[in-house]
Structures are given as C-alpha cells and as structure tokens.
C-alpha cells in the first residue's frame, strides 16, 4: 500500500524495438488473465510497461469511497514487484477497530489528523519487567507514525469526538486481515469454551457470536455518550 509504482532499468530502455516489444499474449487482454496476473508473469520490466500502457494506469485515488480506500495489487496493478501496499484509513469518533493482525505483512501507520490511542501485542516470549506478557501502548497525533508488525495483534482507538484519519502502508502486496474475535469464535462451542479454561457455557457463547461487531470498528459508549455520537453514525463507517 505505498505510493510506488513499478519500475524498470534504465538501461533497457536502449534495446532494440524487437527486444522491447512484448509477446502477444502479453499484450492481449483477450487472454482471460487480469492485469494483475500478466504483470506477475511478465519476463522483463520492459513487457511490465506495455501491460502498463495507460498513464492513468500509474494513479490510483485514495480518496475514493470517502477516503477508505486500499490499494494493493488487486485494485491497483502498478503496485506488482513493488512489495508494498497502501490504505487510506478513518476512525470515527469514539470508535475502536476490533484487534486483528495481517498474517504477511508489517503495517507502518501515519497519523493525518485527530488522534488516536495504538495497542500492540508481540509474539509470546516477549515480556515486561513484571514477566508478563508485552503490550506495546502509544498515542499518536498528526505527523506522528508507528509500525505493528507482520503478523502482530493491534488494535487503535479514537477516545475523540472528530474523526482521525491516516494512511497505512504494508509490506506486501496483499497483506491479508484477520479478526482476533470472529475467527476465534468461528470454532465449535467445546473447543472455544475449552479454551476459556470452561468458563463460559454454550448460550454465553452464541450470545457473544451475535454480539460481536460487524465491520472493523466498535463502539465506545461512554465516549458517545459524551459526544453526543448517534451510533447509527459511528455503525455506518469503518477504517
């Protein structure tokens, strides 16, 4: 999800028209295979360009879908061989994003504007000075950024009433999400309550399934409360 888009050594650019010139099927979107596929196969970085044979092809909107969107090498192929994608992101008001993680790549977030509260989780082993396990706490204002990484759980929390919004980049190209509670609860009732030591029953655990947030976000009651937030407007967005 970063701003690169693909590239290619100068040097070939001094080739003959014969070694530049990409093979049919290269160049044929007849073929069935997405952009996205034929860049992936392409042999050369020069073939790369005459897959990429729109200059529009090189610009992708963040702004678009009210600044929530993402491009990886799905929704913008430039980004194919870069290693890197990029989303726009907002946290409304009073709003917490549901912890996740992103099983192949490490995400960098930068702080546009508002607030917002960052939780991390390490790998177990790592520890504080008490022995237990490590969650890593930070605020962030603009300009500010943090990394969470490949494969950690993370969650960020707007305790304001405006919202914030940032940009978060990944290192890879299609970095995956994955939700801490949802998938955890997608398990058979006796193995999530063996998991719990036994401690919640079967119609605790159904009650919980459907409770659990849709989207990326949940709300923060007593900071609506003070905001005066309806939720159906802190329901209708997701960072």
Partial sequence: MFLNTASAITGMLAMSSTAVS????????ASGLSDTTRLRLADTAVQRY???????????????????????????PALVGSGTSIAAAKFPGCSISKLHIHPRAAEMLVLLSGRI????????????????????????GPNMMTIFDQGALHT????????????????????GFGFVA???????????ATQL?????????????????????????????????PRRQVDSASP
């Fill in 22 to 29: 990409a093979p049919a099927n290269m160049n044929n979107s």
């Fill in 117 to 140: 509260m960052t939780e991390t989780i390490p790998e177990l082993g790592v520890v504080n000075a008490q022995g237990k396990q490590r969650v890593i706490r930070n605020e962030l």
């Fill in 197 to 229: 030591g036994d401690s919640i029953s079967g119609a605790e655990i159904d009650r919980i399934r459907s409770s659990l947030p849709q989207g990326v976000i949940a709300r923060i009651e007593a900071c609506l409360k003070k905001c005066n937030i």
């Fill in 156 to 175: 960020q929390i707007n305790p304001d009433c405006e919202t914030a919004s940032a940009l978060t980049v990944f290192s890879n190209e299609d970095g």
């Fill in 50 to 76: 005459s897959i990429l044979s729109d200059d529009k092809q090189f610009v992708y909107d963040l702004g678009q879908n009210g600044g929530q969107a993402i491009a990886n090498r799905q929704t913008f």
């Fill in 182 to 192: 949802d998938q955890s609860f997608a398990l058979p009732d006796d193995i999530i």
